[in-house]
């Protein structure tokens, strides 16, 4: 399975300790030196970037289609265009990847995407996890990552923690 990931799930789950939850899903998975550059290099010292460093389940690739790489630029970060053209370039079974706009991008090429809350789901009905709702209160609290109320109260109902 090719799975390409962004820089958002990676750094978020590296900052409440659950990067294993990635390694537990997928086995490996690819990351654009983009994303590369934005955790490793940029986020030098935060969540994510030993981790990507050192572990051997992370690997990165180069995007050979710059072209694509600029178009999707218009629109994106380069961390988010490098992803999305990676995941075309590689055949990606999956991209993760939470950005509302990169899920637009994503889609017009018919690719398979997920965000963090669906792999938490994943995760779940996996038995990879117990209860969701200390690891949404923890990406809230110690990630800084922002979920609706709504939105928090539905995927504890899909997760049937209600």
């Given amino acids: 399975m090719i799975i390409v990931s962004n820089t958002s799930p990676i750094i978020n789950l590296a900052a409440i300790d659950r990067l294993d939850i990635l390694h537990k899903l997928f086995g490996n998975i690819i990351i654009a030196e983009a994303v590369y550059h934005e955790i490793v290099i940029i986020g030098a010292g935060q969540p994510g970037a030993n981790e990507v460093r050192k572990y051997d389940w992370i690997t ?59 792999l938490l789901i994943d995760a779940k009905s996996n038995g990879m996890v117990g209860n969701i709702k200390p690891l949404l209160d923890d990406l809230k609290k110690r990630a800084g990552f922002w979920i609706s109320e709504k939105l928090y109260s539905r995927i504890l109902e899909i997760a049937n923690e209600n």
Wanted: proline fraction near 0%; aromatic fraction near 6%; charge should be positive.
């Fill in 60 to 118: 990165t690739k180069k995007v050979s289609n710059k072209s694509l790489v600029k178009a999707f630029q218009l629109e994106l970060d380069d961390g988010e265009a490098e992803a999305i053209a990676l995941a075309k370039e590689l055949n990606a079974d999956l991209l993760l990847i939470d950005e509302k706009i990169g899920r637009k991008v994503a889609s017009r090429f018919n690719l398979k995407y997920v965000g963090l809350l669906g």
